[in-house]
């Protein structure tokens, strides 16, 4: 009966992607209170966006006001790589998922999200809404936190907390790859140019989300190219 739920399975699968977003999200609202906003307007913030990298290079950016166009390009290129996910996972949508809902639903795609929903044969309305819910939850509450209480820990707990994310990011990914050799081959080759976007001059001065960009569309490109699936592969 379970199976037949899609908005709790998508509850449940959505539960350890709010977990890591509690450690992210309280850094940020840590450093959103040290640089000068108040622990309401972090929240808000997290609220209104729920993007990590987007969130933490606009806060520097809001402390010297008039800087508007800075702003506007910086956070188009850290967030363009949604349109990207987005544009993949309608491959893989139910026919009911479309119009107004990708819209409403479409606001809540981050990089953890897309990657489990990317990994079902077909993403209904339900299963995305409940994906959805426990990391947009656990993103504020972990805002709130670090607003409030991010005097208290020591650094070497916040240090700690923000290897989470990485964790989380290894558990989604691991498991489909040692079963396909297809796919380990397109992570390891994103691996290496996202190794080399951060240690080859020239390309590392890139914005992170200018170079997670490329290497998510090269390595998608690498993928299709080498390891295309077929019309009977997809079950049409």
């Given at each position: 009966?379970?199976?037949?739920?899609?908005f709790?399975?998508?509850?449940k699968?959505?539960?350890?992607?709010?977990?890591?977003?509690?450690?992210?999200?309280f850094?940020?609202?840590?450093?959103?209170?040290?640089?000068?906003?108040?622990?309401w307007q972090?929240?808000?913030?997290?609220?209104?966006?729920?993007?990590?990298?987007?969130?933490?290079?606009?806060i520097?950016?809001m402390?010297?006001?008039?800087?508007?166009?800075?702003?506007l390009?910086?956070?188009?290129?850290?967030?363009?790589?949604?349109?990207?996910?987005?544009?993949?996972?309608s491959?893989?949508?139910?026919?009911?998922?479309?119009?107004?809902?990708?819209?409403?639903?479409?606001?809540?795609?981050?990089?953890?999200?897309?990657?489990v929903?990317?990994?079902?044969?077909?993403?209904?309305?339900?299963?995305?809404a409940?994906?959805?819910?426990?990391p947009?939850?656990?993103?504020?509450?972990?805002?709130a936190?670090g607003?409030?209480?991010g005097?208290?820990?020591?650094?070497?707990?916040?240090?700690?907390?923000?290897?989470a994310?990485?964790?989380?990011?290894v558990?989604?990914?691991?498991?489909?790859?040692?079963?396909?050799?297809?796919?380990?081959?397109?992570?390891?080759?994103?691996?290496f140019?996202?190794?080399v976007?951060?240690?080859v001059?020239?390309?590392?001065?890139?914005?992170?989300?200018?170079?997670v960009?490329?290497?998510?569309?090269?390595?998608?490109?690498f993928?299709?190219?080498?390891?295309?699936?077929?019309d009977?592969?997809?079950?049409?």
């Open positions: 009966m379970y199976s037949d739920r899609p709790l399975r998508g509850l699968a959505g539960i350890p992607i709010g977990l890591g977003y509690l450690s992210v999200s850094t940020f609202g840590i450093m959103a209170v040290s640089y000068g906003l108040s622990w972090a929240i808000v913030i997290s609220v209104a966006t729920v993007t990590s990298a987007g969130q933490l290079s606009g520097g950016i402390i010297h006001p008039g800087q508007y166009l800075q702003m390009i910086s956070q188009a290129v850290i967030n363009v790589r949604y349109s990207f996910m987005s544009i993949s996972l491959q893989k949508t139910e026919e009911k998922f479309s119009g107004i809902w990708r819209w409403l639903l479409g606001f809540f795609m981050t990089d953890e999200i897309f990657a929903a990317s990994m079902q044969p077909v993403v209904t309305r339900p299963f995305f409940g994906l959805a819910v426990i947009h939850i656990g993103w504020t509450v972990g805002t936190a607003a409030l209480l005097n208290v820990l020591p650094q070497s707990v916040m240090s700690a907390l923000c290897i994310i990485y964790g989380m990011f558990a989604i990914v691991v498991p489909p790859a040692k079963k396909s050799r297809a796919l380990l081959l397109v992570v390891a080759f994103a691996v140019l996202a190794c976007f951060q240690f001059p020239g390309v590392k001065e890139l914005s992170s989300g200018l170079s960009s490329i290497c998510a569309v090269a390595a998608a490109v993928g299709a190219v080498l390891f295309p699936v077929g009977e592969e997809r079950g049409e």
